[in-house]
Protein backbone atom coordinates (compact mmCIF):
# COMPACT_ATOMS: atom_id res chain seq x y z
CA UNK A 1 0.00 0.00 0.00
CA UNK A 2 2.24 2.60 -1.14
CA UNK A 3 0.36 5.54 0.13
CA UNK A 4 -1.20 4.25 3.77
CA UNK A 5 0.11 7.03 6.24
CA UNK A 6 1.67 4.70 9.40
CA UNK A 7 -1.81 4.78 11.23
CA UNK A 8 -3.29 3.65 8.19
CA UNK A 9 -1.32 0.32 7.71
CA UNK A 10 -3.00 -1.70 9.72
CA UNK A 11 -6.23 -0.98 8.54
CA UNK A 12 -5.20 -1.69 4.84
CA UNK A 13 -4.02 -4.86 5.81
CA UNK A 14 -6.82 -5.87 7.06
CA UNK A 15 -8.65 -4.84 3.85
CA UNK A 16 -6.24 -6.57 1.91
CA UNK A 17 -6.68 -9.76 3.95
CA UNK A 18 -10.42 -9.49 3.52
CA UNK A 19 -10.28 -8.96 -0.11
CA UNK A 20 -7.83 -11.77 -0.83
CA UNK A 21 -10.35 -14.31 1.36
CA UNK A 22 -13.13 -12.88 -0.98
CA UNK A 23 -11.17 -13.54 -4.55
CA UNK A 24 -10.50 -17.02 -3.48
CA UNK A 25 -12.13 -19.91 -5.67
CA UNK A 26 -14.58 -20.99 -3.03
CA UNK A 27 -15.42 -18.05 -0.92
CA UNK A 28 -18.42 -19.36 0.75
CA UNK A 29 -16.07 -21.64 2.40
CA UNK A 30 -14.27 -18.64 4.11
CA UNK A 31 -17.78 -16.54 4.45
CA UNK A 32 -17.48 -16.88 8.43
CA UNK A 33 -14.15 -15.54 8.82
CA UNK A 34 -14.74 -12.87 6.17
CA UNK A 35 -17.92 -12.25 8.67
CA UNK A 36 -15.33 -11.90 11.63
CA UNK A 37 -13.08 -10.07 9.75
CA UNK A 38 -15.28 -7.28 8.19
CA UNK A 39 -16.56 -6.85 12.33
CA UNK A 40 -13.20 -6.46 13.29
CA UNK A 41 -11.93 -3.67 10.38
CA UNK A 42 -15.08 -2.12 11.50
CA UNK A 43 -14.80 -1.85 15.23
CA UNK A 44 -10.64 -1.10 14.47
CA UNK A 45 -11.74 1.61 12.19
CA UNK A 46 -13.90 3.43 14.61
CA UNK A 47 -11.26 3.08 17.23
CA UNK A 48 -8.57 4.81 15.28
CA UNK A 49 -10.07 7.90 13.40
CA UNK A 50 -12.65 8.51 16.90
CA UNK A 51 -8.84 9.35 18.44
CA UNK A 52 -6.62 11.00 15.89
CA UNK A 53 -4.51 13.21 16.99
CA UNK A 54 -3.18 17.04 15.73
CA UNK A 55 -0.47 15.38 13.98
CA UNK A 56 -2.56 12.71 12.73
CA UNK A 57 -4.89 14.79 11.34
CA UNK A 58 -2.32 17.00 9.44
CA UNK A 59 -1.42 13.85 7.45
CA UNK A 60 -4.87 13.33 6.48
CA UNK A 61 -5.14 16.86 5.62
CA UNK A 62 -1.97 16.49 3.11
CA UNK A 63 -2.52 13.14 2.35
CA UNK A 64 -1.70 12.55 -1.56
CA UNK A 65 -5.00 10.88 -2.46
CA UNK A 66 -7.21 13.77 -0.74
CA UNK A 67 -9.38 15.54 -3.19
CA UNK A 68 -8.21 19.13 -4.27
CA UNK A 69 -10.13 21.99 -5.24
CA UNK A 70 -10.65 21.19 -8.67
CA UNK A 71 -11.90 17.50 -7.55
CA UNK A 72 -14.34 19.41 -5.45
CA UNK A 73 -15.24 21.38 -7.98
CA UNK A 74 -16.19 18.69 -10.79
CA UNK A 75 -17.90 17.01 -8.42
CA UNK A 76 -19.93 19.64 -6.81
CA UNK A 77 -21.08 21.95 -9.27
CA UNK A 78 -23.27 21.24 -12.64
CA UNK A 79 -20.66 23.16 -14.82
CA UNK A 80 -17.69 25.57 -14.22
CA UNK A 81 -15.91 27.74 -16.86
CA UNK A 82 -12.49 28.26 -15.18
CA UNK A 83 -11.12 31.94 -15.59
CA UNK A 84 -7.27 33.26 -15.51
CA UNK A 85 -5.29 35.72 -14.29
CA UNK A 86 -5.17 38.98 -12.21
CA UNK A 87 -5.42 41.27 -15.12
CA UNK A 88 -1.86 43.12 -13.56
CA UNK A 89 1.24 40.23 -13.91
CA UNK A 90 -0.16 36.74 -14.61
CA UNK A 91 -1.63 33.72 -13.79
CA UNK A 92 -1.26 31.58 -10.66
CA UNK A 93 -1.54 28.18 -11.10
CA UNK A 94 -1.60 27.96 -7.53
CA UNK A 95 -5.48 29.30 -7.39
CA UNK A 96 -8.14 28.37 -9.26
CA UNK A 97 -11.14 30.15 -9.98
CA UNK A 98 -14.53 30.70 -12.16
CA UNK A 99 -17.65 30.97 -13.09
CA UNK A 100 -19.92 27.45 -11.44
CA UNK A 101 -23.60 26.42 -11.40
CA UNK A 102 -24.69 25.15 -7.85
CA UNK A 103 -27.87 23.63 -7.75
CA UNK A 104 -28.48 25.44 -10.77
CA UNK A 105 -27.60 29.02 -9.29
CA UNK A 106 -24.36 31.10 -10.41
CA UNK A 107 -21.35 31.27 -7.78
CA UNK A 108 -18.09 32.41 -8.12
CA UNK A 109 -15.40 29.63 -6.93
CA UNK A 110 -11.91 30.41 -5.66
CA UNK A 111 -9.57 27.99 -3.83
CA UNK A 112 -6.12 27.07 -3.58
CA UNK A 113 -5.05 24.09 -5.77
CA UNK A 114 -2.30 21.71 -5.31
CA UNK A 115 -1.07 19.18 -8.02
CA UNK A 116 -1.32 15.55 -7.98
CA UNK A 117 2.04 14.08 -9.85
CA UNK A 118 5.73 15.79 -9.48
CA UNK A 119 4.78 17.37 -12.96
CA UNK A 120 1.12 19.16 -11.81
CA UNK A 121 2.65 20.18 -7.68
CA UNK A 122 5.83 22.00 -9.34
CA UNK A 123 3.36 23.65 -11.90
CA UNK A 124 0.94 24.20 -9.35
CA UNK A 125 3.80 25.62 -6.53
CA UNK A 126 2.39 22.80 -3.93
CA UNK A 127 -0.53 25.10 -3.44
CA UNK A 128 1.17 28.17 -2.43
CA UNK A 129 0.45 31.01 -4.14
CA UNK A 130 1.99 34.16 -5.22
CA UNK A 131 0.20 37.89 -5.01
CA UNK A 132 -0.98 37.08 -8.69
CA UNK A 133 -3.21 34.13 -7.32
CA UNK A 134 -4.37 36.31 -4.82
CA UNK A 135 -5.10 38.90 -6.75
CA UNK A 136 -6.61 36.48 -9.78
CA UNK A 137 -8.96 35.63 -6.34
CA UNK A 138 -9.77 39.58 -5.37
CA UNK A 139 -10.88 39.91 -8.79
CA UNK A 140 -13.48 37.52 -8.74
CA UNK A 141 -14.85 38.18 -5.84
CA UNK A 142 -15.33 41.36 -6.76
CA UNK A 143 -16.62 39.80 -10.03
CA UNK A 144 -19.15 37.87 -7.72
CA UNK A 145 -20.25 40.93 -5.89
CA UNK A 146 -20.38 43.05 -8.98
CA UNK A 147 -23.03 40.79 -10.29
CA UNK A 148 -24.65 39.72 -7.04
CA UNK A 149 -23.74 35.83 -6.67
CA UNK A 150 -22.60 33.94 -3.73
CA UNK A 151 -18.79 33.35 -3.70
CA UNK A 152 -17.91 30.21 -2.67
CA UNK A 153 -13.71 29.56 -1.75
CA UNK A 154 -12.10 26.29 -1.19
CA UNK A 155 -9.06 26.84 0.93
CA UNK A 156 -5.93 24.36 0.63
CA UNK A 157 -2.28 25.43 0.91
CA UNK A 158 0.44 25.17 3.49
CA UNK A 159 0.89 29.06 3.15
CA UNK A 160 1.34 31.64 0.78
CA UNK A 161 4.88 31.54 -1.17
CA UNK A 162 8.02 32.95 0.79
CA UNK A 163 10.13 34.27 -2.17
CA UNK A 164 11.96 36.86 -3.88
CA UNK A 165 9.33 37.30 -6.54
CA UNK A 166 6.56 37.23 -4.28
CA UNK A 167 8.10 39.51 -2.13
CA UNK A 168 8.98 41.82 -5.07
CA UNK A 169 5.37 41.89 -6.15
CA UNK A 170 3.53 42.93 -2.82
CA UNK A 171 2.84 39.56 -1.28
CA UNK A 172 1.58 40.92 1.76
CA UNK A 173 -0.32 43.56 0.16
CA UNK A 174 -2.12 41.27 -2.16
CA UNK A 175 -3.00 39.11 1.34
CA UNK A 176 -3.72 42.06 3.34
CA UNK A 177 -6.07 43.86 0.58
CA UNK A 178 -8.02 40.12 -0.06
CA UNK A 179 -8.95 40.82 4.03
CA UNK A 180 -10.07 43.79 4.00
CA UNK A 181 -12.26 43.86 0.76
CA UNK A 182 -13.87 40.41 1.99
CA UNK A 183 -14.84 42.50 4.96
CA UNK A 184 -16.35 44.73 3.27
CA UNK A 185 -17.66 42.66 0.12
CA UNK A 186 -21.84 42.79 -0.63
CA UNK A 187 -21.90 39.18 -1.60
CA UNK A 188 -22.22 36.01 0.72
CA UNK A 189 -18.97 34.08 1.36
CA UNK A 190 -19.15 30.49 2.10
CA UNK A 191 -15.09 29.42 2.80
CA UNK A 192 -14.11 25.75 3.36
CA UNK A 193 -11.07 24.89 4.55
CA UNK A 194 -10.77 21.16 2.44
CA UNK A 195 -7.26 20.35 3.44
CA UNK A 196 -4.60 22.54 4.77
CA UNK A 197 -5.80 26.06 6.15
CA UNK A 198 -1.86 27.54 5.70
CA UNK A 199 -1.66 31.13 7.98
CA UNK A 200 -2.12 33.86 6.05
CA UNK A 201 -1.96 32.49 2.67
CA UNK A 202 -5.11 30.38 3.72
CA UNK A 203 -6.82 33.23 5.53
CA UNK A 204 -6.71 35.60 2.24
CA UNK A 205 -9.36 33.22 0.80
CA UNK A 206 -11.09 32.69 4.51
CA UNK A 207 -13.18 35.65 5.67
CA UNK A 208 -16.84 34.14 4.85
CA UNK A 209 -20.11 34.61 6.80
CA UNK A 210 -19.54 30.79 7.26
CA UNK A 211 -16.49 29.11 7.30
CA UNK A 212 -16.97 25.40 7.36
CA UNK A 213 -13.87 22.71 8.23
CA UNK A 214 -13.58 19.15 6.56
CA UNK A 215 -13.69 17.33 9.53
CA UNK A 216 -10.03 16.47 9.15
CA UNK A 217 -8.87 19.51 7.82
CA UNK A 218 -6.34 21.70 9.66
CA UNK A 219 -6.16 25.42 10.36
CA UNK A 220 -2.85 27.16 12.13
CA UNK A 221 -1.00 30.00 12.10
CA UNK A 222 2.04 28.68 10.76
CA UNK A 223 2.85 25.36 9.85
CA UNK A 224 3.44 22.62 12.68
CA UNK A 225 6.91 21.96 11.09
CA UNK A 226 8.03 26.09 10.93
CA UNK A 227 6.20 26.46 14.51
CA UNK A 228 8.83 23.60 16.14
CA UNK A 229 11.50 24.81 14.19
CA UNK A 230 11.29 28.30 16.07
CA UNK A 231 10.27 26.96 19.43
CA UNK A 232 12.94 24.18 19.83
CA UNK A 233 14.80 24.35 16.67
CA UNK A 234 13.84 21.45 15.29
CA UNK A 235 11.08 20.58 12.63
CA UNK A 236 10.39 17.21 13.44
CA UNK A 237 8.79 17.76 16.60
CA UNK A 238 5.98 18.88 14.18
CA UNK A 239 3.40 16.94 16.35
CA UNK A 240 4.13 18.48 19.20
CA UNK A 241 3.41 22.11 18.27
CA UNK A 242 0.49 20.72 15.83
CA UNK A 243 -0.90 19.49 19.45
CA UNK A 244 -0.18 22.65 21.23
CA UNK A 245 -1.31 25.05 18.41
CA UNK A 246 -4.59 23.44 18.33
CA UNK A 247 -4.89 23.17 14.72
CA UNK A 248 -7.80 20.89 14.57
CA UNK A 249 -11.59 21.00 13.75
CA UNK A 250 -13.36 20.53 16.48
CA UNK A 251 -10.08 22.89 18.67
CA UNK A 252 -11.16 25.65 16.17
CA UNK A 253 -14.95 25.41 16.34
CA UNK A 254 -14.30 25.68 20.30
CA UNK A 255 -12.49 28.49 19.67
CA UNK A 256 -15.27 30.33 17.44
CA UNK A 257 -13.09 30.56 14.48
CA UNK A 258 -15.14 27.97 12.43
CA UNK A 259 -18.58 27.58 12.20
CA UNK A 260 -19.35 24.13 11.42
CA UNK A 261 -17.48 20.51 10.77
CA UNK A 262 -18.12 18.81 7.70
CA UNK A 263 -17.94 15.16 8.05
CA UNK A 264 -15.49 13.05 6.50
CA UNK A 265 -16.33 9.50 4.98
CA UNK A 266 -15.03 6.85 7.75
CA UNK A 267 -10.89 6.64 7.17
CA UNK A 268 -10.95 10.10 5.03
CA UNK A 269 -12.11 12.06 2.47
CA UNK A 270 -9.53 10.30 0.24
CA UNK A 271 -11.07 7.11 0.68
CA UNK A 272 -14.11 7.93 -0.93
CA UNK A 273 -14.17 11.24 -2.90
CA UNK A 274 -17.69 11.02 -4.09
CA UNK A 275 -19.19 10.59 -0.52
CA UNK A 276 -17.35 13.11 0.50
CA UNK A 277 -18.67 15.66 -1.68
CA UNK A 278 -21.74 14.69 -1.27
CA UNK A 279 -21.28 15.42 2.33
CA UNK A 280 -19.86 19.05 1.30
CA UNK A 281 -22.46 19.34 -1.19
CA UNK A 282 -25.48 19.14 1.86
CA UNK A 283 -23.07 21.82 4.09
CA UNK A 284 -22.91 24.17 1.10
CA UNK A 285 -26.48 23.97 0.51
CA UNK A 286 -27.26 24.74 4.25
CA UNK A 287 -24.53 27.60 4.70
CA UNK A 288 -26.22 29.26 0.92
CA UNK A 289 -29.78 29.07 2.02
CA UNK A 290 -28.49 30.43 5.47
CA UNK A 291 -27.50 33.22 3.78
CA UNK A 292 -29.54 34.31 0.54
CA UNK A 293 -32.23 35.98 2.01
CA UNK A 294 -29.95 38.63 3.44
CA UNK A 295 -29.84 42.52 1.86
CA UNK A 296 -26.02 43.01 1.08
CA UNK A 297 -25.62 45.40 4.18
CA UNK A 298 -27.04 42.59 6.63
CA UNK A 299 -24.28 40.18 4.66
CA UNK A 300 -21.51 42.57 5.43
CA UNK A 301 -22.76 43.09 8.96
CA UNK A 302 -22.93 39.67 9.92
CA UNK A 303 -19.33 39.14 8.70
CA UNK A 304 -17.86 42.03 10.70
CA UNK A 305 -19.27 40.70 13.66
CA UNK A 306 -18.25 37.60 13.54
CA UNK A 307 -14.35 38.56 12.81
CA UNK A 308 -14.57 41.27 15.27
CA UNK A 309 -15.80 38.88 18.01
CA UNK A 310 -12.68 36.52 17.96
CA UNK A 311 -9.73 36.66 20.26
CA UNK A 312 -9.17 36.16 23.44
CA UNK A 313 -8.21 38.84 26.28
CA UNK A 314 -8.35 39.73 30.12
CA UNK A 315 -9.72 42.89 30.99
CA UNK A 316 -9.13 44.59 34.10
CA UNK A 317 -12.57 46.51 34.83
CA UNK A 318 -11.00 49.96 35.98
CA UNK A 319 -11.08 52.76 33.15
CA UNK A 320 -7.90 54.66 32.72
CA UNK A 321 -6.71 57.79 30.86
CA UNK A 322 -4.39 60.64 31.18
CA UNK B 1 3.80 29.47 6.89
CA UNK B 2 6.84 32.32 7.52
CA UNK B 3 5.48 34.37 9.77
CA UNK B 4 8.50 34.07 12.12
CA UNK B 5 12.32 33.45 10.83
CA UNK B 6 14.21 30.99 12.26
CA UNK B 7 16.31 31.68 15.39
CA UNK B 8 17.44 30.38 18.54
CA UNK B 9 14.88 28.02 20.36
CA UNK B 10 14.50 30.42 23.22
CA UNK B 11 13.59 32.99 21.44
CA UNK B 12 9.61 32.92 20.39
CA UNK B 13 8.51 35.18 17.45
CA UNK B 14 9.60 37.24 14.85
CA UNK B 15 12.64 38.72 13.15
CA UNK B 16 16.06 38.23 13.67
CA UNK B 17 17.17 41.11 16.97
CA UNK B 18 20.24 43.45 16.08
CA UNK B 19 19.14 46.23 18.34
CA UNK B 20 22.23 47.99 18.93
CA UNK B 21 22.38 48.60 22.37
CA UNK B 22 22.01 52.04 23.16
CA UNK B 23 21.50 51.41 26.74
CA UNK B 24 24.67 51.31 27.82
CA UNK B 25 28.16 52.63 27.94
CA UNK B 26 29.47 55.54 26.04
CA UNK B 27 30.13 54.39 22.67
CA UNK B 28 28.23 51.31 21.02
CA UNK B 29 28.59 50.05 17.42
CA UNK B 30 25.79 50.39 14.59
CA UNK B 31 24.21 47.10 13.49
CA UNK B 32 23.98 48.53 10.10
CA UNK B 33 27.07 49.83 9.52
CA UNK B 34 28.82 48.57 12.27
CA UNK B 35 30.80 51.68 12.88
CA UNK B 36 31.78 52.46 16.60
CA UNK B 37 29.63 56.08 17.83
CA UNK B 38 29.39 57.84 20.47
CA UNK B 39 25.98 57.47 22.25
CA UNK B 40 25.37 61.02 23.13
CA UNK B 41 25.45 61.43 19.39
CA UNK B 42 23.26 59.29 18.68
CA UNK B 43 20.68 60.08 21.21
CA UNK B 44 21.15 63.81 19.94
CA UNK B 45 20.56 62.45 16.35
CA UNK B 46 17.34 60.76 17.79
CA UNK B 47 18.46 57.68 17.85
CA UNK B 48 19.73 57.69 14.22
CA UNK B 49 23.12 56.32 13.45
CA UNK B 50 25.30 59.50 12.61
CA UNK B 51 27.32 57.87 10.35
CA UNK B 52 24.73 55.36 8.04
CA UNK B 53 21.73 57.14 9.14
CA UNK B 54 20.41 54.12 10.41
CA UNK B 55 17.00 54.23 12.94
CA UNK B 56 18.03 52.31 15.75
CA UNK B 57 14.82 50.46 17.19
CA UNK B 58 13.05 52.30 19.78
CA UNK B 59 10.66 51.45 22.75
CA UNK B 60 6.81 52.91 22.14
CA UNK B 61 6.92 55.01 24.63
CA UNK B 62 9.80 56.52 23.13
CA UNK B 63 8.22 56.67 19.40
CA UNK B 64 5.11 58.22 21.00
CA UNK B 65 7.60 61.03 22.64
CA UNK B 66 8.99 61.91 19.32
CA UNK B 67 5.72 62.02 17.60
CA UNK B 68 2.77 63.44 19.88
CA UNK B 69 2.61 67.30 20.92
CA UNK B 70 4.28 67.36 24.04
CA UNK B 71 1.56 66.09 27.02
CA UNK B 72 -1.16 65.48 24.61
CA UNK B 73 -0.62 61.27 24.60
CA UNK B 74 -3.61 59.96 26.46
CA UNK B 75 -3.83 55.84 26.69
CA UNK B 76 -6.54 53.85 25.87
CA UNK B 77 -7.08 50.38 26.15
CA UNK B 78 -4.14 49.86 28.52
CA UNK B 79 -6.15 47.39 30.62
CA UNK B 80 -6.18 44.67 28.14
CA UNK B 81 -3.49 41.49 29.13
CA UNK B 82 -2.84 38.21 27.63
CA UNK B 83 -5.28 34.77 28.36
CA UNK B 84 -3.49 32.53 27.34
CA UNK B 85 -6.15 31.20 25.45
CA UNK B 86 -4.61 27.88 24.58
CA UNK B 87 -2.76 26.65 27.88
CA UNK B 88 0.20 27.09 25.95
CA UNK B 89 3.85 26.10 26.66
CA UNK B 90 7.48 25.48 24.79
CA UNK B 91 10.46 25.67 26.95
CA UNK B 92 8.76 27.82 28.67
CA UNK B 93 4.74 28.20 29.57
CA UNK B 94 3.23 31.19 27.39
CA UNK B 95 2.29 33.17 30.67
CA UNK B 96 5.34 33.24 31.87
CA UNK B 97 6.89 34.96 28.97
CA UNK B 98 4.20 37.26 28.80
CA UNK B 99 5.01 38.38 32.45
CA UNK B 100 9.10 38.64 31.40
CA UNK B 101 7.76 40.76 28.66
CA UNK B 102 5.69 42.85 30.69
CA UNK B 103 8.42 43.15 33.87
CA UNK B 104 11.46 43.89 30.72
CA UNK B 105 8.98 46.21 28.88
CA UNK B 106 6.87 47.79 31.05
CA UNK B 107 4.08 47.77 28.79
CA UNK B 108 0.73 45.12 28.83
CA UNK B 109 1.35 43.49 25.71
CA UNK B 110 3.33 44.79 22.18
CA UNK B 111 1.43 47.70 21.08
CA UNK B 112 0.59 51.40 23.30
CA UNK B 113 -2.80 52.73 21.51
CA UNK B 114 -4.40 55.99 22.95
CA UNK B 115 -5.31 59.66 21.47
CA UNK B 116 -3.00 62.42 20.76
CA UNK B 117 -2.04 65.25 18.74
CA UNK B 118 0.63 65.82 16.20
CA UNK B 119 1.40 69.26 15.07
CA UNK B 120 -1.88 70.02 16.29
CA UNK B 121 -3.94 67.82 15.02
CA UNK B 122 -6.01 65.35 16.44
CA UNK B 123 -5.19 61.61 16.23
CA UNK B 124 -5.61 58.32 17.25
CA UNK B 125 -1.89 57.01 17.85
CA UNK B 126 -0.89 53.54 18.14
CA UNK B 127 2.91 52.19 18.46
CA UNK B 128 4.50 48.99 18.51
CA UNK B 129 6.50 47.74 21.44
CA UNK B 130 9.04 45.43 19.49
CA UNK B 131 10.65 44.38 23.01
CA UNK B 132 7.30 42.64 23.76
CA UNK B 133 7.55 39.33 22.24
CA UNK B 134 9.01 40.72 19.24
CA UNK B 135 6.10 42.85 18.97
CA UNK B 136 3.98 39.89 17.94
CA UNK B 137 0.41 40.28 17.26
CA UNK B 138 -2.02 37.63 19.54
CA UNK B 139 -5.45 38.55 20.89
CA UNK B 140 -4.42 42.06 22.72
CA UNK B 141 -2.83 43.63 19.88
CA UNK B 142 -5.75 42.98 17.82
CA UNK B 143 -8.16 43.96 20.16
CA UNK B 144 -6.20 47.22 20.67
CA UNK B 145 -5.69 48.40 17.91
CA UNK B 146 -9.57 47.55 16.49
CA UNK B 147 -10.65 49.48 19.50
CA UNK B 148 -8.16 51.89 18.65
CA UNK B 149 -9.76 52.58 15.21
CA UNK B 150 -13.48 51.97 16.84
CA UNK B 151 -12.27 55.07 18.48
CA UNK B 152 -11.25 57.54 15.68
CA UNK B 153 -14.07 56.36 14.12
CA UNK B 154 -16.25 57.78 17.09
CA UNK B 155 -14.19 60.57 17.55
CA UNK B 156 -14.09 61.11 13.62
CA UNK B 157 -10.34 61.69 13.86
CA UNK B 158 -7.32 59.90 11.48
CA UNK B 159 -5.42 56.63 12.87
CA UNK B 160 -1.39 56.50 12.59
CA UNK B 161 -0.31 53.07 13.49
CA UNK B 162 3.47 52.61 13.80
CA UNK B 163 4.43 49.00 13.32
CA UNK B 164 7.71 46.86 14.79
CA UNK B 165 6.23 43.46 14.85
CA UNK B 166 7.63 39.92 13.52
CA UNK B 167 4.18 38.81 12.53
CA UNK B 168 1.70 36.89 14.48
CA UNK B 169 2.23 35.49 17.83
CA UNK B 170 1.94 31.78 17.53
CA UNK B 171 1.63 31.27 21.14
CA UNK B 172 -2.13 32.23 20.54
CA UNK B 173 -2.18 29.92 17.57
CA UNK B 174 -5.15 30.60 15.01
CA UNK B 175 -6.28 33.65 17.31
CA UNK B 176 -3.67 35.02 16.34
CA UNK B 177 -3.89 34.63 12.58
CA UNK B 178 -7.86 36.04 13.01
CA UNK B 179 -6.39 39.42 14.71
CA UNK B 180 -5.75 40.07 11.00
CA UNK B 181 -9.09 39.98 9.92
CA UNK B 182 -10.08 41.59 12.47
CA UNK B 183 -7.89 44.85 11.88
CA UNK B 184 -8.51 44.82 8.39
CA UNK B 185 -12.29 44.76 8.78
CA UNK B 186 -11.64 47.71 11.59
CA UNK B 187 -9.82 49.35 8.81
CA UNK B 188 -12.55 48.78 5.98
CA UNK B 189 -15.07 50.57 8.54
CA UNK B 190 -12.64 53.72 9.15
CA UNK B 191 -12.54 53.62 5.01
CA UNK B 192 -16.08 53.79 4.84
CA UNK B 193 -16.12 56.87 7.63
CA UNK B 194 -14.03 58.83 5.08
CA UNK B 195 -11.08 58.35 7.73
CA UNK B 196 -7.74 57.92 6.69
CA UNK B 197 -4.87 55.43 8.05
CA UNK B 198 -1.37 56.71 7.88
CA UNK B 199 0.83 53.61 8.37
CA UNK B 200 4.28 54.15 9.19
CA UNK B 201 6.87 50.96 8.95
CA UNK B 202 10.02 50.44 11.25
CA UNK B 203 12.25 47.94 11.48
CA UNK B 204 11.21 44.81 11.09
CA UNK B 205 7.46 44.98 9.91
CA UNK B 206 7.08 41.52 9.25
CA UNK B 207 4.68 37.94 8.74
CA UNK B 208 0.74 38.66 9.52
CA UNK B 209 1.68 42.24 10.51
CA UNK B 210 2.45 43.24 7.06
CA UNK B 211 -0.10 41.43 5.51
CA UNK B 212 -3.24 42.92 7.45
CA UNK B 213 -3.22 46.32 8.58
CA UNK B 214 0.19 47.10 7.84
CA UNK B 215 -0.40 47.25 4.17
CA UNK B 216 -3.55 48.37 4.04
CA UNK B 217 -2.32 52.27 4.99
CA UNK B 218 -4.37 55.02 2.53
CA UNK B 219 -0.41 56.50 2.92
CA UNK B 220 2.20 54.13 3.71
CA UNK B 221 6.10 55.52 5.33
CA UNK B 222 8.66 53.65 5.99
CA UNK B 223 11.41 54.08 8.34
CA UNK B 224 15.36 53.90 5.89
CA UNK B 225 16.54 50.57 5.62
CA UNK B 226 13.45 48.79 7.57
CA UNK B 227 13.23 44.93 6.89
CA UNK B 228 10.05 44.91 5.76
CA UNK B 229 8.16 41.77 3.69
CA UNK B 230 5.68 39.03 4.14
CA UNK B 231 8.47 36.44 5.16
CA UNK B 232 11.57 36.49 6.41
CA UNK B 233 15.05 36.32 4.74
CA UNK B 234 15.71 33.28 6.65
CA UNK B 235 13.03 31.72 5.24
CA UNK B 236 13.08 32.88 1.59
CA UNK B 237 17.14 32.39 1.58
CA UNK B 238 16.17 28.35 2.81
CA UNK B 239 13.14 28.09 0.20
CA UNK B 240 15.35 29.12 -2.58
CA UNK B 241 18.89 27.98 -1.74
CA UNK B 242 20.60 30.92 -2.33
CA UNK B 243 21.76 33.80 -0.14
CA UNK B 244 19.50 37.38 -0.70
CA UNK B 245 20.43 39.85 -2.22
CA UNK B 246 22.07 43.22 0.04
CA UNK B 247 18.82 45.53 0.74
CA UNK B 248 16.28 42.96 -0.48
CA UNK B 249 13.02 43.29 1.35
CA UNK B 250 14.78 46.71 2.96
CA UNK B 251 12.61 50.03 3.27
CA UNK B 252 14.36 51.13 -0.11
CA UNK B 253 13.68 48.12 -1.84
CA UNK B 254 10.16 48.41 -0.85
CA UNK B 255 10.58 51.79 -2.08
CA UNK B 256 11.44 50.95 -5.66
CA UNK B 257 8.73 48.12 -5.97
CA UNK B 258 6.04 50.46 -5.20
CA UNK B 259 5.25 48.99 -2.23
CA UNK B 260 5.66 52.35 0.07
CA UNK B 261 5.02 55.82 -0.56
CA UNK B 262 7.97 57.07 0.94
CA UNK B 263 11.13 56.24 2.71
CA UNK B 264 11.17 58.99 6.08
CA UNK B 265 14.35 59.86 8.24
CA UNK B 266 13.14 59.55 11.86
CA UNK B 267 13.76 63.35 12.19
CA UNK B 268 11.31 63.83 9.38
CA UNK B 269 8.57 61.36 10.50
CA UNK B 270 6.21 64.28 12.91
CA UNK B 271 6.47 66.91 10.24
CA UNK B 272 5.93 65.02 7.25
CA UNK B 273 2.81 63.29 9.48
CA UNK B 274 1.89 66.52 10.22
CA UNK B 275 1.52 67.81 6.38
CA UNK B 276 -0.65 64.71 5.05
CA UNK B 277 -2.77 65.24 8.01
CA UNK B 278 -3.57 68.42 7.07
CA UNK B 279 -4.50 67.33 3.74
CA UNK B 280 -7.27 65.49 5.02
CA UNK B 281 -7.86 67.57 7.96
CA UNK B 282 -8.34 70.33 5.20
ZN1 LIG C 1 25.48 53.13 11.11
Known sequence: MPDGLDFEQPLLELEAHIA????????LK????IAKLEERLQRQRQRTYAS???????????????????????????????LHGDRVHGDDAA???????????????????????????????????????????????????????????????????????AEERGQSEAIAHNLRVMAGLASPIVSVVTGEGGSGGALALGMGNRVLMLEYAVYSVISPEGCAAILWGDAARAPEAAEGMRITAPDLQRLGVIDGIVPE??????????AAAG???????????????????????????????????????????? | MAWFSRKKPEETTAAPRRTAQVAEGLWIKCDSCKEIIYRAEVERAGKVCPKCRYPFRISARERILTLADT?????????????????????????????????????GDAVVCGLARIGGLPTVLCAFEFGFMGGSMGSVVGEKLTRSIELAIAKHVPVVIVAASGGARMQEGILSLMQMAKTATALEQLGRAGLPFLSVLTDPTTGGVTASFAMLGDVILAEPRAL????????????????????????????????????????DLKETLRRILVFFNE
Open chain 2, 71 to 107: GTFEEHHANLTSADPLGFKDTKRYRDRVKAAQQKTGV
Open chain 1, 95 to 165: VVGGLALFEGRGVVVVGHQKGRDTREKIARNFGMPHPEGYRKALRLMQLGEKFGKPVVTFIDTPGAYPGPG
Open chain 1, 52 to 82: LNAWQRTQLARHPKRPHTRDFIKLLFDDFVE
Open chain 1, 20 to 27: ALRALDDP
Open chain 1, 265 to 274: PVGGAHRDWD
Open chain 1, 279 to 322: LLRGALRQALGDLAGMSARHLVEDRQEKFRRLGAFEEESRTRSG
Open chain 2, 228 to 267: IGFAGPRVIAETIRQPLPDGFQRSEFQLEHGQVDMVVDRR
Open chain 1, 30 to 33: HGDE
